[in-house]
């Protein structure tokens, strides 16, 4: 069993930075499959970012690419989402989510993840 808890959303501006975290207990996320997804009101939820297990660089959704940074660090059990030029359409619930089975194809897919956060708010007015 994994909790996740993520961390760090707020209310910012268009063009301005936040850092999310997701602390993971029950279980070491180093083999893990972690992402991160989002979900705005009135939306289909949305794949923000996945790092595969271990060894392998962070995939990123569409949307986010070259504005979001996600990592990994393996001490702290604890994944991270840097976002960076905010814009409004960022707006959303940002989920944590974690699983040891998915396979690679099936990343962007949230349906595969079988450990969620809570979720943060991210709100970014223009």
């Known amino acids: 069993q994994v909790q996740l808890v993520e961390s760090g959303g707020g209310l910012v501006q268009a063009g301005d930075s936040l850092r999310l975290s997701c602390a993971a207990t029950?279980?070491?996320?180093?083999?893990?499959?972690m992402a991160w997804f989002r979900q705005a009101p009135g939306k289909e939820r949305e794949f923000v970012a996945a790092?595969?297990?271990?060894?392998?660089?962070?995939v990123y959704g569409t949307a986010v690419k070259g504005r979001f940074t996600m990592s990994k660090d393996n001490a702290k059990n604890t994944v991270y989402l840097q976002m960076d030029s905010l814009k409004p359409e960022d707006t959303a619930v940002y989920y944590c989510?974690?699983?040891?089975?998915?396979?690679?194809?099936?990343?962007?897919?949230?349906?595969?993840?079988?450990?969620w956060g809570q979720g943060t708010q991210v709100t970014v007015s223009s």
């Open positions: 029950g279980r070491t996320i180093s083999g893990t499959t």
């Open positions: 989510a974690a699983d040891s089975r998915i396979i690679l194809s099936s990343l962007r897919s949230g349906e595969n993840y079988d450990y």
């Open positions: 790092i595969f297990r271990r060894g392998y660089s962070p």
